[in-house]
């Protein structure tokens, strides 16, 4: 069969990581997964305890230097993603814009994501190339052709582990109601996740898993579209994963913003809160050194406990 060339790529653990995910949408409540853009940030997210991370394409651009437009390539994205699912051993959900073409495009999509060990991708129904969910002047396709690639998509995945998310733009074009039959339309081919984007007030929002036949994902945005800012609120409303892009990006751009201010008036190198052995601890160094150690290669390990100079003195 066509997938064959990719099946040897999964591994265990990546459908593992899949199958956990599915077993935590599964289970009462609702699992939240903060966006990053790449592994600095999945990492961040896996240490503060969540899990389950959410790869950003908004992100993902960014740091390209680009604007959420639809403009990197379907590898660009993938590549990405890998990067982070192999950075952490919680599952990552990953966007993958609009597929990056027909039935054909999205059957190699799904396999180059789930090989990469990603555990799931949300596929939406802007006409490409799209731009960011909370921005105006967006399109979407026709009803039809959104349901036919969802249900390319389900088809593609060599594993039944790894769950496709429909997501749909229609609210912002064409109303709630059509929005609402689409992702149904969705669920009923085979997708595991609605994901109704942008809804516009607090009542919009407790629609969807109410109308939805289906587990639901809800997008909180800061400076975007839907109102709802309260996880607590969100899971009361029936929504099965929320996803928060942003959360990263927004803190880093504002806290480079500060950083760089203050070093520019002030003309000092501001103390940091961990060595750099202690930084690199956090990024894996202790399974490499251990690996240094076995077949002694290179230079001893490192110690994050030896002196260094800069570091903020902790609070006891």
Not at 15 to 23: G, K, M, N, Q, T
Not at 107 to 122: D, L, N, P, S, W
Not at 152 to 158: I, K
Request: glycine share 8%; with cysteine; charged share 20%.
């Amino acid at each position: 069969m066509l997938y064959l060339e990719y099946k040897h790529i999964m591994t265990k653990a990546s459908i593992s990581y899949a199958r956990s995910l599915r077993d935590l949408i599964a289970l009462p409540g609702m699992v939240v997964a903060p966006g990053a853009y790449d592994g600095i940030g999945a990492r961040l997210i896996a240490q503060a305890g969540f899990p389950a991370v959410y790869m950003t394409g908004a992100g993902t651009a960014m740091a390209r230097g680009f604007p959420d437009f639809g403009l990197l390539t379907q590898t660009e994205m993938a590549d990405n993603a890998g990067v982070m699912a192999r950075s952490v051993s919680v599952p990552v959900i990953a966007d993958a814009d609009t597929g990056y073409g027909n039935e054909l495009n999205i059957t190699r999509t799904v396999r180059e994501y789930e090989a990469r060990g990603v555990a799931a991708i949300h596929i939406e129904d802007q006409v490409s190339p799209k731009r960011c969910g909370h921005l105006e002047g967006k399109e979407v396709v026709s009803r039809v052709e959104f349901v036919s690639k969802i249900r390319a998509a389900v088809e593609a995945r060599h594993s039944n582990e790894f769950l496709i998310i429909a997501r749909t733009d229609a609210r912002a074009v064409l109303g709630l109601d059509e929005a609402i039959d689409r992702a149904n339309a969705a669920i009923d081919v085979g997708a595991d996740i609605a994901f109704v984007e942008a809804t516009q007030t607090r009542e919009e929002a407790e629609l969807v898993p109410r109308r939805v036949l289906g587990a639901c994902l809800l997008n909180i945005v800061g400076g975007g579209r839907t109102p709802v800012f309260d996880l607590s609120i969100a899971e009361s409303m029936g929504y099965k994963l929320l996803i928060v892009p942003g959360l990263l990006l927004s803190a880093a751009i504002e806290a480079g913003d500060a950083a760089l201010a203050a070093l520019n008036s002030t003309r000092t190198v501001p103390p940091v809160a961990s060595s750099v052995g202690e930084t690199f601890q956090r990024f894996g160094a202790d399974d490499w050194d251990e690996l240094r150690r076995r077949f002694n290669a290179g230079a001893r390990a490192i110690e994050a406990a030896a002196p260094a100079v800069g570091v903020q003195p902790s609070v006891r």
